[in-house]
């Protein structure tokens, strides 16, 4: 099994990359979807706040790998030759991820401050931003989780600030290069 990591920033383009993917024919396995899960369970809800809670809760419980062990079976039930897995945050995921699934590939994706705003104002999710300060606020978060170190990881780099299109072009062949590399 050949799995894909996707790294970045809140609205820099790993739902784009993930869905991508899922039209060219490969699962996808979303890590916000575990803390989504977790927080409707607690009865948290689903707004920013909420999940971020959450996400700090099962850090804090279970260890800064939390995520990602919560997430390797519903990868591994899959038994599908390539997957990717979307929104790892730290860097603690990436060595369980690298450790677990020989092979393993983390993709950064990279977009500025502005743009990754400007895509949260118009998204309309739950958990969205629309102020600046919010977002620095949310990307702060993250770095606490090791999100920059995780970037640094990155076994390749994909940037996102021209047009969807541009991107879904990238995205597509740095897929299609993967897996015809299996």
């Known amino acids: 099994m050949q799995v894909i990591g996707v790294v970045g920033y809140?609205?820099?383009?790993?739902?784009?990359?993930?869905?991508?993917?899922?039209?060219?024919?490969?699962?996808?396995?979303?890590?916000?979807?575990?803390?989504?899960?977790?927080?409707?369970?607690?009865?948290?809800?689903?707004?920013d706040a909420a999940l971020g809670?959450?996400?700090?809760?099962?850090?804090?419980e279970h260890g800064m790998d939390a995520i990602a062990l919560l997430t390797i079976p519903a990868v591994e039930a899959l038994g599908a030759p390539l997957v990717v897995i979307d929104g790892l945050r730290s860097e603690a995921e990436v060595k369980r991820f690298r450790s677990?699934?020989?092979?393993?590939?983390?993709?950064g994706i990279l977009s500025t401050f502005e743009r990754r705003l400007s895509r949260l104002s118009a998204r309309g999710r739950s958990d969205d931003l629309s102020r600046a300060e919010d977002l620095r606020n949310r990307d702060s978060r993250e770095e606490t989780f090791g999100l920059g170190r995780a970037l640094a990881e990155a076994d390749r780099i994909l940037e996102n600030n021209g047009s969807?299109?541009?991107?879904?072009?990238?995205?597509?062949?740095?897929?299609?290069?993967?897996?015809?590399?299996?």
């Open 53 to 60: 809670e959450m996400a700090m809760r099962l850090r804090q």
């Open 164 to 182: 969807l299109g541009a991107f879904e072009e990238k995205a597509r062949s740095l897929l299609e290069e993967i897996r015809g590399a299996r």
């Open 10 to 47: 809140p609205a820099s383009g790993k739902g784009e990359f993930s869905r991508i993917a899922g039209e060219m024919g490969i699962p996808v396995v979303v890590m916000g979807d575990v803390i989504r899960r977790k927080a409707s369970e607690a009865g948290l809800g689903t707004t």
């Open 100 to 107: 677990r699934f020989p092979g393993f590939i983390l993709i």
